[in-house]
């Protein structure tokens, strides 16, 4: 195989690395008790935590958007009032919900394709996927599909998937990559993209969900899905975890 120029695997590692871009938001709160959150593009475009009245004063604005993301561990308070209390990365894009009406049989094809995709790829480690919530199949499948990208590129090393569970309701997704820097960069953001996309992911249909502790177990879940979880814990299992064609499996917690 002739080798690829530099600035062709950069183009092919960018082209890959694209579906996976994350952006930070921050978390402001205001002496009187508003709380905002706000991502680094409305920062970017000129906009500042929901008006106030009277409002902060311009040069006060201003400050605070070229500071906001420039060094956010330094900015504590401004004279206007607002106090940062954090910041994290979350997904640009929007992996969308899971197909609806589903049967157990389509999704655990589904998983048999990732498991494929990994195995193909020569990634290690990989029944590490089965046995997950149906709810992020999609996260699970556009994260595979680009770690075996990735891995096709001429400076891919080995990848070894030591662990994949839920745990507060999110996705825990551990992986031991090794080889060139930027390989080992890339596969370590793939995941992370995984994680923090499914953080506000409903566990059982892909939509929009918060974290609820029915039963003491917490699971991120869309209304929909936290009512079924108290009427019918039956069928919520059956949902959140398919069964296999050949006998359910018993899963904790749910």
């Not at 002739?2 to 709160?29: D, K, N, T, Y």
């Not at 308070?77 to 009406?101: C, H, I, K, Y």
């Not at 048999?112 to 149906?134: C, F, K, M, N, Y």
């Not at 869309?222 to 009427?231: A, K, Q």
Request: aromatic share 6%; net charge negative.
């Amino acid at each position: 195989m002739s080798a690829v120029p530099p600035e062709g695997l950069e183009s092919q590692r960018a082209e890959i690395m694209a579906p996976f871009e994350r952006r930070q938001r921050a978390v402001f709160e205001h002496r009187s008790g508003l709380r905002v959150s706000v991502t680094q593009e409305i920062m970017q475009i000129g906009m500042v935590p929901p008006p106030l009245d009277p409002p902060p004063p311009a040069l006060e604005r201003q400050r605070l958007m070229k500071t906001l993301f420039a060094d956010l561990s330094r900015l504590k308070s401004t004279d206007a009032g607002w106090m940062f209390l954090g910041r994290a990365a979350e997904p640009v894009q929007d992996v969308g919900p899971e197909p609806e009406n589903q049967t157990p049989q389509e999704h655990h094809d589904r998983v048999r394709a990732i498991v494929a995709t990994l195995s193909s790829a020569g990634v290690t480690g990989i029944d590490e996927v089965r046995g997950l919530p149906a709810g992020w199949t999609r996260v699970l499948e556009q994260a595979c599909d680009g770690i075996a990208s990735r891995m096709s590129l001429p400076d891919a090393g080995t990848l070894r998937i030591d662990q994949m569970k839920e745990k507060f309701g999110t996705l825990r997704f551990y992986v031991s990559p090794e080889g060139d820097p930027a390989f080992v960069e890339d596969i370590q953001a793939i995941t992370d993209w995984a994680e923090q996309a499914t953080e506000s992911r409903c566990c059982v249909t892909g939509r929009p969900g918060e974290p609820d502790r029915g039963r003491g177990w917490i699971l991120t879940l869309c209304e929909e899905m936290r009512d079924l979880r108290e009427r019918d814990p039956d069928a919520f299992r059956a949902l959140i975890y398919p069964p296999e064609p050949e006998g359910a499996e018993s899963r904790p917690g749910v």
